[in-house]
């Protein structure tokens, strides 16, 4: 009788695990990306956004479960300011389907990652 909703809740927190490590992984790849490229930088945003994607497959993690958000200290483009990228993951509750429009959630993680731009 208990082993069911003790490995429920195993699952639950292995979940909770895998969406933080990815979502500090995300995090800091966008960074990584966007400050250390000489690319345009709608070239940088775009592969931020990739490297945030592969992030989340990586760890078996839906992108429509994570939000992507940067900020910069001043302009994004000029030398030395501060470019920050924070990444939320919503953690689906384990082995209950989503119906409808009804989006359920564990809970949701989050990681940030600060770079410097130009060096």
Do not use: N
Request: with cysteine; charged share 15%; aromatic share 8%.
């Amino acid at each position: 009788m208990v082993l069911i909703p003790t490995v429920w809740f195993l699952v639950g927190v292995a979940h909770i695990q895998s969406a933080t490590y990815a979502a500090v992984g995300a995090a800091d790849q966008a960074t990584k990306m966007y400050t250390y490229s000489d690319a345009a930088p709608a070239v940088r945003a775009q592969r931020s956004e990739a490297s945030v994607h592969a992030a989340l497959a990586d760890f078996g993690i839906s992108p429509e479960h994570g939000t992507v958000r940067r900020y910069c200290s001043a302009d994004c483009e000029e030398v030395g300011s501060l470019v920050r990228y924070e990444i939320e993951i919503r953690v689906p509750v384990p082995l209950l389907p989503e119906i409808g429009g009804w989006e359920h959630a564990l809970v949701s993680v989050s990681a940030s990652s600060t770079g410097v731009q130009g060096e």
